[in-house]
């Protein structure tokens, strides 16, 4: 990334992970992260990988608690 000389409006990093509690995860690719958070002239948009089906039912139940928990504090 450090020789990035393009002139594009938006530039979209792929990647990262949902944790169970709903939080963004980039502890895998952080130093590819690290480089992309520095780019200047473009608006970064991160964007996620596919989780698989066990993992995606966890975020599934964790979205859910979390809208429960904001309807009734």
């Known amino acids: 990334m450090s020789k990035y000389k393009g002139n594009f ?4 990093f792929t990647s990262a992970n949902i944790t169970a ?19 200047e002239g473009s608006k970064c948009i991160l964007s996620f990988d596919a989780i698989e089906a066990a993992e995606m039912q966890k975020v599934i139940d964790a ?10 504090p």
């Open 21 to 39: 509690d709903m939080k963004v995860d980039v502890e895998d690719i952080k130093f590819s992260f690290n480089a992309f958070v520095k780019l």
């Open 63 to 72: 979205a859910d608690q979390i809208r429960r928990q904001r309807r009734n």
């Open 9 to 12: 409006s938006h530039i979209h």
